[in-house]
């Protein structure tokens, strides 16, 4: 068989505790360097500081990375924003290189799902391939 499968899927795991570390020792780098201020801005009103949302907007992004670049490419995580208000399930949003590889892949659609429980966060992320030039406009959150 060849050529791209129809389904490509990425999961990730990440350590709650891992993150608050990272919090207290960074002094807030972590998000300024990884989070869009848009994600930034909604992460405090949806999470109001709650490090198990962080760790599971975490887990998504690394998700999705690797439903686009699964052999390592190297992806920016700014250039996937994972926004959802409270109550609404969180969507990726793809910019730069990641919208890039989301055509070139024939992603038209990248769906996540979010999980934590006690000390872990989770999340997966699957995209299904349609036909070439069909990716959808939310891959770019709209910007050019």
Request: aromatic share 2%; no cysteine; proline share 4%.
């Amino acid at each position: 068989m060849s050529g791209l499968s129809p389904v490509r899927v990425g999961v990730d795991l990440v350590s709650v505790a891992r993150v608050s570390r990272l919090m207290d020792s960074s002094a807030g780098r972590l998000l300024a360097d990884h989070f869009t201020d848009r994600e930034r801005a909604e992460l405090e009103q949806v999470s109001n500081g709650r490090l198990e949302t962080l760790s599971g907007r975490i887990a998504a992004k690394e998700a999705v990375i690797k439903v686009l670049a699964p052999e390592g490419e190297i992806i920016r995580w700014a250039e996937v924003e994972i926004l959802g208000p409270a109550g609404r399930v969180p969507r990726a949003h793809l910019s730069g290189r990641a919208a890039r590889l989301a055509f070139e892949r024939h992603l038209d659609a990248i769906e996540i799902s979010i999980s934590h429980e006690g000390p872990w966060a989770a999340a997966i992320a699957a995209g299904a391939t349609g036909a070439p030039g069909t990716a959808r406009d939310h891959h770019n959150g709209g910007e050019a």
